[in-house]
Every structure is written in C-alpha cells, then in structure tokens.
C-alpha cells in the first residue's frame, strides 16, 4: 500500500522560503501525478501545484511566480519550493499521489502545518 509523508512545514516571516518534501513508498505506477493541495481556516482545500511524471505542471494562480513543484522520480518524492511567503499561504499542506495506469488509485499524506506571519 502506498503511503505519503510530509515534512518541511513550520513558522516563517512574510517574504520568507520553505520546502516542503513528500515521500512515497511504493509504487505508484509509472503514470501518474504528484503534488501539493492545502486547506486554510474556514475555506475549502484547494490544488497548489501538480507534477504529471510526463512533465507537465499545474499551478494555482496565487502561487504562479513564487511556488515550483519538482520531483526526483528515482527517490520517489515530491518537492513544493515556497518563494516570497505571504500570511494568505498560512493552511495545513497535503501531498497527494494519484495513479493513472492500472487500477486508478489516490493517496494523501497527512498534511504538514505552514504558518507566515506579518
């Protein structure tokens, strides 16, 4: 069963940098998406950033500039590279896996906390 783990959230300054990682153990699949969803108080979980493993990338427009989604697919992990914070980004961020090939499958990690102050 495949499994995602989160880390790299914590507390930083408004115009600050964070990394957050996710790594997958197991497999799954060699089509596939990986990427980063986050849920803030009191509004829905929304997409930041997805990674197909054929290259092509998706971002939310209020990260476009500022996030880059990467992966190292030998590793089997995902990265979220945070530019240039601002205290809107404050929200629980969860890594999600999603496969393609074969049986059609999603996963999520259990989310790791970013906060940006003022």
């Known amino acids: 069963q495949v499994q995602l783990v989160e880390s790299g959230g914590g507390l930083v300054q408004a115009g600050g940098s964070l990394r957050l990682s996710c790594v997958a153990s197991g497999s799954i699949g060699s089509d596939n998406a990986m990427g980063w969803y986050r849920q803030a108080p009191g509004k829905q979980r929304e997409l930041v950033a997805v990674m197909h493993s054929g290259g092509s990338t998706n971002y939310a427009d209020s990260v476009k500039g500022r996030f880059t989604i990467s992966r190292d697919n030998a590793k089997n992990t995902v990265y979220l590279q945070m530019n240039n914070l601002k205290p809107e980004d404050t929200a629980v961020y969860y890594c999600?896996?999603?496969?393609?090939?074969?049986?059609?499958?999603?996963?999520w990690g259990q989310g790791t906390q970013v906060t940006v102050s003022s």
């Open positions: 999600n896996a999603h496969r393609f090939s074969g049986v059609m499958r999603s996963y």
